[in-house]
């Protein structure tokens, strides 16, 4: 690979450099403490904060691969897939017609890809860090479950009212939480809860496998607690991945479960399903918001997005080959010649359709492929393994199933606080599914 080539004329120049400097030889602990920060931030921090810890990263990683001997790149079909979907998005913005705009969010879209890059060979070289960096989201993701119970206890007024409240009693609104992410929206909180919610997966499974029962048992409310807490946020579009979440969880953990326990673990499900049921018919507001889910055109906000969908059908009929450029300045201008009055929108309100619109039809299989294959690849080890890392991969798979699924209804997937999670997830699959990764000693087919 001609790249590697390049990368090892460059490492040698500066070989007798890196050989006296402390700080060089220590990189990676740097970079380890940019991704903890991102991770961090991203709960509390503007948009703009969690980018500089992760443009710090970025920049240390780059400075590792030029100057630590025997960095290399290394190319998955995955990575491949990216690639040409980069390259799409690259043709894409420098065909749009609002350049400008379209180049700020090429800039993001470069960010996180770096990011991507800077975790895969952070982690490669230190594996043992995946369970530190989980913990540490599991962490910030407790801190948001309380602030959630914490909201809604208090009903906080400021943005509980954001549901169609037209055809409803009094007692069928519902208070809506939104955390302490930046800008407070119940659903981009909602997002937020669903991809972190599987990282608290790791307090739970982890202890099982050291026999450590009372440490599993505090683990699993964690988890039901960050559970809840998306339920509050009243996201409709977060209750459907979440149910998605829960189903390919008991999937995985049945598969590991020995007969005798398979048959308990079924009929735990069938009572936590009854239990949930009975929960959901029993509080009003809940019901209310359920079932607005089917209400189709009779709910003002599902109207709303499918006035949107037929809007963004029309810009992707006429730009369906490279579509208008990627950003929401860009998208938000070319919108407004093809909605309809008074159906003002910031995106496509489904990420799958907002990356056709933005980047042609080509861009949506280039990622939809390369989503599939790293998916593929995990389900794969799951199957075939059974050793620590599949408790990484197995959380990593519940995390982007819930955003997969809720991004069918919403772009918060796009905000910086979801999108570094995916790609760290994406990562974690990527690490460890590696053909020339090393596996446990324990490791079995």
Same mark, same amino acid.
């Given at each position: 690979?001609?790249?590697?080539?390049?990368?090892?004329?460059?490492?040698?120049?500066?070989?007798?450099?890196?050989?006296?400097?402390?700080?060089?030889?220590?990189?990676?602990?740097?970079?380890?403490?940019?991704?903890?920060?991102?991770?961090?931030?991203?709960?509390?921090?503007?948009?703009?904060?969690?980018?500089?810890?992760?443009?710090?990263?970025?920049?240390?990683?780059?400075?590792?691969?030029?100057?630590?001997?025997?960095?290399?790149?290394?190319?998955?079909?995955?990575?491949?897939?990216?690639?040409?979907?980069?390259?799409?998005?690259?043709?894409?913005?420098?065909?749009?017609?609002?350049?400008?705009?379209?180049?700020?969010?090429?800039?993001?879209?470069?960010?996180?890809?770096?990011?991507?890059?800077?975790?895969?060979?952070?982690?490669?070289?230190?594996?043992?860090?995946?369970?530190?960096?989980?913990?540490?989201?599991?962490?910030?993701?407790?801190?948001?479950?309380?602030?959630?119970?914490?909201?809604? /206890?208090?009903?906080?007024?400021?943005?509980?009212?954001?549901?169609?409240?037209?055809?409803?009693?009094?007692?069928?609104?519902?208070?809506?939480?939104?955390?302490?992410?930046?800008?407070?929206?119940?659903?981009?909180?909602?997002?937020?809860?669903?991809?972190?919610?599987?990282?608290?997966?790791?307090?739970?499974?982890?202890?099982?496998?050291?026999?450590?029962?009372?440490?599993?048992?505090?683990?699993?409310?964690?988890?039901?607690?960050?559970?809840?807490?998306?339920?509050?946020?009243?996201?409709?579009?977060?209750?459907?991945?979440?149910?998605?979440?829960?189903?390919?969880?008991?999937?995985?953990?049945?598969?590991?479960?020995?007969?005798?326990?398979?048959?308990?673990?079924?009929?735990?499900?069938?009572?936590?399903?009854?239990?949930?049921?009975?929960?959901?018919?029993?509080?009003?507001?809940?019901?209310?918001?359920?079932?607005?889910?089917?209400?189709?055109?009779?709910?003002?906000?599902?109207?709303?997005? /499918?006035?949107?969908?037929?809007?963004?059908?029309?810009?992707?009929?006429?730009? /369906?080959?490279?579509?208008?450029?990627?950003?929401?300045?860009?998208?938000?201008?070319?919108?407004?010649?093809?909605?309809?009055?008074? /159906?003002?929108?910031?995106?496509?309100?489904?990420?799958?359709?907002?990356?056709?619109?933005?980047?042609?039809?080509?861009?949506?299989?280039?990622?939809?492929?390369?989503?599939?294959?790293?998916?593929?690849?995990?389900?794969?080890?799951?199957?075939?393994?059974?050793?620590?890392?599949?408790?990484?991969?197995?959380?990593?798979?519940?995390?982007?199933?819930?955003?997969?699924?809720?991004?069918?209804?919403?772009?918060?997937?796009?905000?910086?606080?979801?999108?570094?999670?995916?790609?760290?997830?994406?990562?974690?699959?990527?690490?460890?599914?590696?053909?020339?990764?090393?596996?446990?000693?324990?490791?079995?087919?």
């Amino acid at each position: 690979m001609l790249l590697n080539k390049v990368l090892g004329f460059v490492q040698n120049l500066f070989l007798p450099l890196y050989n006296k400097s402390f700080v060089l030889k220590n990189l990676d602990f740097f970079i380890y403490i940019s991704i903890l920060l991102v991770i961090i931030s991203s709960a509390y921090a503007t948009s703009d904060t969690i980018s500089y810890f992760a443009i710090f990263g970025i920049i240390l990683t780059l400075i590792k691969l030029l100057m630590k001997p025997g960095e290399k790149f290394s190319m998955t079909t995955g990575d491949k897939l990216l690639l040409i979907y980069f390259m799409i998005v690259i043709i894409s913005v420098a065909g749009s017609s609002l350049f400008i705009y379209s180049l700020k969010g090429f800039c993001k879209t470069l960010i996180y890809l770096g990011f991507y890059i800077t975790f895969i060979h952070y982690i490669k070289d230190n594996r043992g860090k995946v369970k530190y960096i989980l913990l540490v989201l599991a962490g910030v993701t407790m801190v948001e479950s309380f602030q959630a119970f914490y909201q809604n /206890f208090l009903s906080v007024s400021e943005i509980s009212g954001w549901q169609d409240m037209s055809r409803l009693n009094p007692e069928e609104v519902m208070t809506r939480v939104y955390g302490t992410l930046k800008p407070y929206n119940p659903n981009l909180f909602g997002g937020y809860m669903l991809a972190a919610l599987p990282s608290t997966l790791v307090l739970i499974y982890l202890p099982l496998l050291n026999k450590h029962i009372k440490t599993a048992a505090i683990g699993f409310i964690c988890f039901i607690l960050s559970a809840v807490s998306i339920i509050l946020t009243g996201c409709r579009g977060a209750y459907i991945g979440l149910f998605a979440e829960f189903i390919i969880l008991a999937f995985i953990t049945y598969k590991f479960l020995k007969p005798f326990y398979k048959k308990i673990f079924l009929a735990l499900i069938s009572a936590f399903t009854a239990i949930i049921t009975f929960i959901i018919l029993s509080i009003t507001s809940l019901r209310a918001r359920v079932f607005s889910i089917f209400a189709m055109r009779d709910d003002s906000s599902n109207s709303f997005r /499918f006035n949107v969908y037929n809007s963004c059908m029309e810009m992707l009929r006429d730009n /369906f080959l490279l579509g208008i450029g990627v950003g929401n300045q860009n998208f938000r201008e070319i919108y407004g010649l093809y909605m309809k009055t008074g /159906f003002d929108a910031l995106s496509a309100y489904n990420i799958y359709l907002e990356i056709a619109v933005e980047s042609g039809i080509f861009a949506l299989l280039a990622f939809i492929l390369f989503l599939g294959c790293n998916i593929k690849r995990a389900v794969q080890y799951i199957l075939r393994r059974r050793n620590p890392d599949v408790i990484y991969l197995s959380i990593a798979l519940v995390s982007l199933t819930g955003m997969m699924i809720h991004g069918f209804v919403d772009t918060v997937f796009f905000r910086p606080q979801i999108q570094f999670i995916f790609w760290i997830m994406i990562g974690i699959i990527r690490v460890i599914t590696d053909k020339g990764s090393k596996v446990y000693l324990y490791d079995r087919k």
